[in-house]
């Protein structure tokens, strides 16, 4: 009995590992709804047609001993790439709608309170979660652009991220980087690719010995 008990504990092991991996997988092209992401260092003044423009800032949050980043997105109401309406929650510089990932991962809820910082420049910035969208490809909060913008001291009109299903004619000395879907995609096989030798090994392990 204990050596079956083992056994069966090494493959639930293996098997969660499988699971895990087909469910980041399966989350992220599910949820990367844009064609590409463009990241700029210097953006125009006039957002280019057929793109939609939010900002983005890269905070932290210490839980456990892990420090992990987090993306707070500033974006409007008719956003199309994210479902979040962030026109139900009230503007201000402390009101945020959470992603599903990052309410798992912090075992959040609606009227919580979440922190997070901002280590380059020494700042904690105290949040008040409204409400959590159905958004699992990364640990992502979103917020209301306007008070984004007014948040983190940007004028009006700021932006430093495109979304777009086209691609656009960007200077490359503005860009810091264009992402695709395809490699959103790519990027999530990975974790699956990488886990799979030690799937197999535990697995295979766990048979022989309730075999045995």
Avoid: H
Avoid at 63 to 81: A, C, K, R
Avoid at 109 to 121: H, T
Avoid at 178 to 183: C, E, L
Wanted: charged residues 25%; hydrophobic residues 40%; negative net charge.
């Amino acid at each position: 009995m204990i050596g079956m008990t083992i056994a069966l504990m090494i493959f639930m092991i293996g098997l969660n590992c499988y699971v895990l991996c087909e469910n980041v997988e399966q989350d992220t092209k599910s949820d990367t709804r844009y064609e590409y992401m463009y990241s700029l260092k210097y953006p125009e003044k006039e957002i280019p047609k057929d793109a939609e423009a939010c900002y983005c800032e890269s905070l932290s949050k210490t839980n456990y001993g892990f420090t992990l980043d987090i993306t707070v997105l500033g974006v409007d109401d008719n956003n199309p790439y994210f479902d979040v309406q962030v026109k139900k929650v009230k503007k201000g510089k402390n009101k945020i709608v959470i992603s599903k990932s990052v309410q798992q991962k912090y075992n959040l809820k609606i009227g919580d309170k979440i922190i997070l910082a901002d280590s380059a420049n020494g700042l904690d910035y105290a949040f008040t979660i409204e409400d959590i969208c159905d958004y699992s490809a990364s640990l992502m909060v979103f917020m209301d652009i306007d008070s984004m913008r007014e948040l983190f001291g940007q004028e009006d009109g700021y932006y430093n991220v495109l979304f777009t299903d086209k691609l656009l004619n960007i200077e490359e000395g503005r860009l810091y980087s264009v992402t695709s879907k395809k490699d959103m995609w790519r990027a999530s096989e990975i974790f699956t690719k990488l886990m799979m030798p030690l799937i197999l090994t535990l697995t295979f392990v766990s048979i022989i010995m309730f075999s045995v």
